[in-house]
């Protein structure tokens, strides 16, 4: 991908995982001017120190994403400080595990409230920047879970869905507006937030991601720069001819069974 120079991108969860290897990844290609949000304000710091080694001034908006007020204000504050938003990537969610059976009214709502009525809202505020210029990217991460998930995690399944029907449906309604949109449904992916809940909730063992990547086609988990070298090149020209596309970025092929 060419160098995206003096372009200014939000990306929720910026602070760790996947939304701070997306902010690093855009900051190298040249985005001066980077929105971070997320609820954490010491580790929005240390992303904001690693992004500003690449020249980057970099805005941290300590905000949870499940409460629509706050993050319409850190999307008021950064259109003040940088101008219109050319790439927005919605990287945060909440992954609380719950099956059909045992899931409660609050960890239904708070999974809904982050996944599907958070994204909603901030693209609802930011939206209208990139209408007026007719120029931006939107990009939602999904899930492959979206396909319909395993027991434990069905309201973040149903989630993960509602939010792939949103991205076609903001598509559809922008496209002339020559905004683009689209979603990555993430297969297992290695990241800080991950480690915890292997070993802490599944009681796996330190070194899980090793023994599990050794059982995967390619041999190996994804990492956080997986779907950031993806979203990179979906926020570029060289895609400028695709929207509303769910990619599926996994190594397993859905609706397939292995013949060996």
């Known amino acids: 991908m060419t160098d995206q120079k003096d372009r200014v991108a939000f990306i929720t969860g910026g602070a760790q995982g996947v939304g701070r290897a997306v902010a690093l990844r855009l900051a190298e290609k040249g985005f001066n001017r980077l929105t971070i949000m997320g609820r954490n304000k010491d580790t929005l710091a240390e992303a904001a120190a690693e992004l500003e080694r690449f020249g980057a001034e970099v805005f941290c908006a300590a905000a ?3 409460d629509p007020e706050a993050t319409k ?3 008021a504050e950064a259109y003040e400080r940088f101008g219109a938003t050319d790439v927005l990537c919605n990287c945060a969610g909440a992954t609380d595990r719950g099956s059909i059976l045992d899931t409660s009214i609050e960890v239904f709502d708070r999974i809904f409230d982050t996944n599907v009525r958070g994204n909603f809202f ?4 930011i939206l209208p920047q990139m209408i007026a210029r007719k120029s931006g990217v939107i990009i939602n991460i999904s899930s492959m879970l979206a396909y319909g998930g395993v027991p434990h995690l069905a309201a973040y399944s149903a989630s ?3 939010l792939n029907t949103l991205t076609r ?5 922008v496209r002339h507006d020559r905004v683009r949109v689209h979603a990555i449904n993430l297969g297992w992916t290695l990241t800080p937030a ?7 909730v599944h009681g796996m063992p330190e070194d899980w991601a ?5 059982k995967q086609p390619f041999g190996r988990l994804l990492t956080a720069d997986d779907p950031a070298a993806l979203c990179c090149w979906l926020a570029s020209d060289e895609a400028a001819m695709m929207t509303g596309t ?3 970025l996994e190594q397993w092929v859905v609706g397939t069974l292995d013949a060996r």
């Not at 901030?122 to 505020?125: F, K």
């Not at 991950?194 to 802490?200: C, D, I, L, W, Y």
């Open 73 to 75: 204000s850190a999307a």
């Open 160 to 162: 993960k869905g509602a």
């Open 246 to 248: 769910v990619i599926d």
């Open 169 to 173: 449906n903001v598509a559809n309604a």
């Open 210 to 214: 090793e023994i599990e990547g050794r």
């Open 64 to 66: 949870d994403l499940a």
């Open 122 to 125: 901030l693209i609802q505020n």
């Open 194 to 200: 991950e480690h915890s809940v292997q070993t802490s």
